[in-house]
DNA sequence: CTGAAAGCGCTTACAG
DNA sequence: CTGAAAGCGCTTACAG
C-alpha cells in the first residue's frame, strides 16, 4: 500500500506538503500541487479512508435508510432511488451505507451505529413519514439529512419531491384529454401521507375546473376487495381512475375487471413501477423519475450548510 | 464521546486492559471482562469503527454489488436480499455499503475505491454472470465474495442459490397436478444463464416422467412480441407455461391473452415479484426466498476462512 | 511557501 | 494477569 509518506520521501518534502497539496491547500504552491499529484498518480497513490475519517472524526459516507413494512412493489422505486444517489456519492468519493430492517427498533439501531460507531454525518431517507423515530433520532444527534417526499404540514425539513398537486391534476387532465374519460375517481389509502394529500388536491382542482363531479375512494391498504367492491357498484358511471399508486391503481383495476369484465376503464397510478409490456394498455402510470430524486437528494444534502436550501422539485413523466 | 481511555482512566486500568477486555482477550480475568463491559455499557461507551478500521488494516463493511442493466422488476427481489443481508450484519456490527451504476465501468471503479480506500475486504454479489470483470477484480484483489446464483459451468466460486433443478421440476408438476394441465411449455430467454440451464433441466426431467414431449421457446429479453407470437401460434395445443422468470412469464401470457382471449392458459414464473392481488390468478410464481438467500450470503462469507464452504442451498416455496 | 509534531481512537507485540 | 509503547495513515495548529 502507497501512503503519502512514500510521495513524500520519494519527492523529498514532508508529508504535510504532501498531504495539503493533494487538498489543493492554498499555501502550497501551484506547482508543487501539480508535481505532487502526478507523482501520487504516478504511484498508483490511494487515500486510506479509515485514516482519514479518524483524524476528521467524520466518515465519508451517507446513510441511505429504507422505510419498514414497505410493499415490495415499491422496492423498484427505492432501487431506482440507490442508483442516482450512488452516481452522486461516487462522485464526491463517498460510500453509499444502506440501513433496512424489519421492524422499526432494527433500523434505529442499525442508524444509531451509524452514528456513534461508524461516525456518519449525512442521512438520506427514502420516505418522509410524520412522527418518526428516526427523523428524532437524526435532529437530536444534529446530523444533516433530506427525505424522499415532503414532510408532513407543520413538520419541516429539507427535502426532495415531485410536484405532487401538478402530477394529481395532470394525470386526471390525460385520463380526460387522452382516453375520453368521463368521470375520473380519485382513489387514495387510509394514510392520509403528504403526497396523498397533494394529488388529491390536484385531483379536485382539475374536476373543478372541468365541472365535473369529483368521486374519492379511501381504501385501507389491507382491505381484501370487499370495501373497493362496494365502492365500484355504487359508481356505475365511472370510467377512469386516478389511483394514489400503482399498487391501488392495479388492484382497483383488477376488480373493476372482475366485477364488469365488458365496461372500458383508464387507469393512471404513480411510481412507474412495472413495464409497459407487463400491463394492460389500459394501465398507465406517472414516472416519478427515483434516478433524478436521487441526484437531486445528494446535492441538497451537499449544499445545505452553505444554502440553506430546502427543498427541490424534481419534474415527473407523463 | 467516550473512548477506552475514559473507561481506563474511570477503573485504574491501562487502555491495553480495556481494549483485550472489551475484545474478550482470553488473557484478561473474566471478573475484569465483565467490570469493564459494565462501566463501558454505564458510559455508553461505542467503538470507533475507523479507528478501529485503521488499525486492523480492514473494515467493518461488506460491499454489495448490483447487476447492470437489470430489469426493473427484479429490484424487489434485489430489496429482499438487502434486508436479509443486512440482518445478518447488523448482527455482526458490520456496515452494508453498496456498489451500484448505469454502467459496468462505474460499478467497476465503486469496487476498486472500496477495496482500495475504504478497505473492504468482502463482498457479495446480488448476481452470478460468467466473464464478468468485477469478478476477475476481486480475485486478483484476494478478497473473500459470494454470489447469489450459482457460477457458470468450468468456473468455481462460493455462492448461495436454490436448488433450480428441482425448482424446474416442481413448477412442471405443479401445472399439471394442480391445474390439470396437459402440454406445458417452457420459456427461456438467450442468455443462457447457470439457472436456465437448470430450470430447463428439471422440467425437462419431469416431462420425460410423464411421457409428455417437451417444448421449449428461447425468446430474447428484446423481443418485441414478434417471436413470442409466432411461437404460440405455432402450437395451439399448449395449455401452460413454465417462464424462466416472472417478467418471461408474464409477457407470454400478456400475447397469449391477446391472441386467444378464450382460452385457458396456467403461468409459472419465478421470483414472486409481483404480490398475488397484482396478478392475475392464473399466474403463479416460485419464491425464491431471497430474504434468506441473503441472510445465507453473509454466513457463508464469515465461515469461509475455517470452512471452505463452497456453497449454500436455500428452499423456495410454491 | 514548507516542516516538525501532536493527535484522532484503536490493537497488539513485547515486556514484566 | 496487566501495562507501556509503537503504530495504523491521515490532518492541521503552530512555528518558521
Known amino acids: ?156 425539513w429539507p427535502y426532495v419531491d415531485n410536484d405532487n398537486v401538478n402530477a394529481g391534476a395532470a394525470a386526471t387532465r390525460y385520463l380526460m384529454n387522452q382516453y375520453g374519460v368521463k368521470q375520473p375517481v380519485f382513489v387514495e389509502s387510509t394514510n392520509g401521507w403528504p403526497y396523498e394529500v397533494d394529488r388529491k388536491a390536484g385531483y379536485l382542482k382539475e374536476m373543478a375546473l372541468a365541472d365535473k363531479r369529483p368521486i374519492v375512494f379511501s381504501i385501507p391498504d389491507d382491505d381484501d376487495g370487499t370495501l373497493t367492491d362496494a365502492l365500484i357498484k355504487a359508481h356505475p358511471q365511472m370510467d377512469g381512475v386516478v389511483a394514489i399508486d400503482d399498487y391501488t391503481g392495479l388492484k382497483v383495476y383488477h376488480r373493476f375487471r372482475q366485477l364488469r369484465p365488458k365496461q372500458k376503464i383508464e387507469v393512471i397510478g404513480y411510481n412507474k413501477s412495472l413495464p409497459d409490456e407487463l400491463v394492460d394498455q389500459h394501465f398507465h402510470s406517472v414516472d416519478l423519475n427515483p434516478h433524478e430524486m436521487g441526484q437531486s437528494a445528494v446535492q441538497l444534502l451537499f449544499q445545505m450548510q452553505t444554502d440553506r436550501k430546502q427543498y427541490t422539485i424534481v419534474d415527473y413523466t407523463l
Chains 1, 2 share one sequence.
Open 1 to 156: 500500500m502507497v501512503t503519502i509518506r512514500d510521495i513524500a520521501k520519494k519527492m523529498g518534502l514532508s508529508i504535510s506538503t504532501v498531504s495539503r497539496a493533494l487538498n489543493d491547500n492554498q499555501r502550497i504552491s501551484v506547482r508543487t500541487r501539480r508535481q505532487v499529484k502526478e507523482v501520487a498518480d504516478q504511484l498508483g497513490y490511494q487515500p486510506n479512508y479509515n485514516a482519514r475519517n479518524l483524524t476528521n472524526q467524520e466518515a465519508n459516507s451517507v446513510g441511505v435508510i429504507f422505510p419498514v413494512n414497505n410493499r415490495v412493489v415499491d422496492n423498484i422505486f427505492y432501487v431506482g432511488l440507490l442508483r442516482g444517489i450512488n452516481q452522486q456519492l461516487n462522485a464526491r468519493n463517498y460510500v453509499l451505507a444502506v440501513a433496512v430492517g424489519e421492524s422499526a427498533d432494527q433500523v434505529l439501531e442499525n442508524v444509531k451505529s451509524m452514528i456513534n460507531r461508524a461516525q456518519i454525518k449525512r442521512f438520506i431517507l427514502l420516505y418522509s413519514h410524520a412522527e418518526d423515530p428516526i427523523i428524532e433520532l437524526l435532529k437530536a444527534a444534529s446530523v444533516d439529512f433530506v427525505t424522499i417526499g415532503k414532510p408532513a404540514a407543520g413538520q419541516k
